[in-house]
């Protein structure tokens, strides 16, 4: 299934070095959590990963490593230092605060809202102003089970050209389950580099034809 049309990142992907929107894949690709004190150096070598989601508050050397390489640095709940460190946007832990980060960012400043397995909170911040919408949850395996994730997954793209995220505590079966469903990135629960590029490897070859 060709998804090219849900390709909607603001930046210039000829020109920003931190699009994570890659209009010529149209694979499913990874973004990794990275806390404070975790070197990112070994999962930013890893080819399927669009970005980093860094939780507190990074210093700005942290995002000039991530942008770099041409990847996307997310900071969580922190719109107000997306521009101050140049970072590319922000996960917002509450749909409810999309509409408020939106006054707050440019356009060319991405947010994301993390809604669970609520679709009427996706389709929300989606009105609201968001750039993609994050199913499940960090850390935690699937609460309803793989398959009501992968059904969420399967509605949104079916509806919707904002990109998906899916996060979780996942395996390889469901890494391609969701990745079916058409996910457009993960973000799985791993924190070793070995680990993520195991998962990495079970996804689907971008169809580029």
């Known amino acids: 299934m060709s998804r090219s049309r849900r390709r909607t990142g603001r930046k210039d992907p000829d020109t920003e070095p931190g699009n994570w929107v890659d209009v ?35 210093g700005a050397d942290t995002i000039d490593v991530v942008r770099a390489v041409g990847r996307a640095a997310f900071l969580v709940d922190r719109p107000d230092l997306v521009r101050a460190l140049g970072a590319d946007g922000v996960l917002l832990n509450r749909p409810g605060a999309v509409g408020p980060a939106r006054l707050l960012l440019d356009q060319g400043e991405l947010i994301g809202a993390a809604v ?13 102003g968001a750039d993609y919408v994050l199913f499940g949850t960090p850390g935690k ?12 997954v399967a509605w949104w793209t079916g509806i919707a050209v ?20 058409g996910a457009d990135f993960l973000l799985p629960d ?8 195991a998962l990495a490897a079970v996804l689907p070859v971008p169809d580029r034809s």
Do not use: S
């Open 162 to 181: 904002l990109p998906c995220v899916v996060a979780g505590r996942f395996t390889a079966d469901d890494v391609r389950r969701l990745a079916a469903a």
């Open 24 to 58: 010529a894949d149209q694979g499913c690709r990874l973004l990794v959590a990275c806390p404070a004190g975790l070197d990112p150096a070994p999962f930013l070598a890893i080819a399927a990963v669009a970005g980093l989601v860094l939780p507190g508050e990074p």
């Open 116 to 128: 669970g397995g609520t679709r009427h909170d996706a389709m929300v911040a989606g009105e609201d």
């Open 190 to 197: 791993v924190d070793d580099a070995a680990g993520l590029a």
């Open 141 to 152: 395996t699937p609460a309803d089970g793989i398959e009501n994730l992968a059904a969420h």
